[in-house]
């Protein structure tokens, strides 16, 4: 996958920890990216990715889940098209109006994506392929 989208940057996908997961296009979920440009588009204003992919440890570090979509798929856990992928990104809506909010949730609904409600992000993922995974929309408590 060549990564060529007019509002993002590979490094804003890659691991915060500094250890490389993420800086190489095939790391990242396309279907995610691609999505997330419609949303760029949709939206009108500048999406700024505060945490996309991570690896294991930087997972640990920041309480993600174990089997989080922001760690390379893995095979026990998503589609086959996704395994060593991070099909995760988590967006900054600091300043965000609730129109902008609900706007931006509706359009990745509409575009198959799942969404993560918290007081200063959304959370957007491209669906796992397993009945555990049927929600598409919740809400982080304490965020």
């Not at 997972?59 to 989080?68: C, H, I, K, Q």
């Not at 509706?106 to 796992?128: P, Y």
Request: aromatic share 8%.
């Amino acid at each position: 996958m060549l990564f060529n989208y007019p509002h993002f940057d590979i490094a804003e996908f890659t691991c915060k920890c500094g250890c490389g997961f993420g800086s190489k296009p095939e790391d990242i979920a396309e279907d995610l990216v691609h999505k997330l440009e419609i949303l760029r588009v949709q939206m009108g204003i500048p999406l700024k990715i505060t945490s996309a992919a991570r690896c294991a440890k930087h997972n640990a570090e920041v309480g993600g889940r174990p089997n989080s979509t922001h760690l390379a798929g893995d095979p026990a856990t998503c589609s086959k098209i996704w395994v060593g992928k991070s099909r995760a990104a988590d967006i900054s809506t600091i300043g965000w109006t609730g129109d902008q909010k609900a706007k931006a949730v509706c359009t990745t609904l509409l575009a198959g994506m799942r969404v993560g409600l918290a007081k200063t992000f959304l959370h957007f993922d491209v669906e796992r392929q397993l009945p555990t995974y049927e929600e598409r929309i919740w809400i982080y408590a304490n965020t």
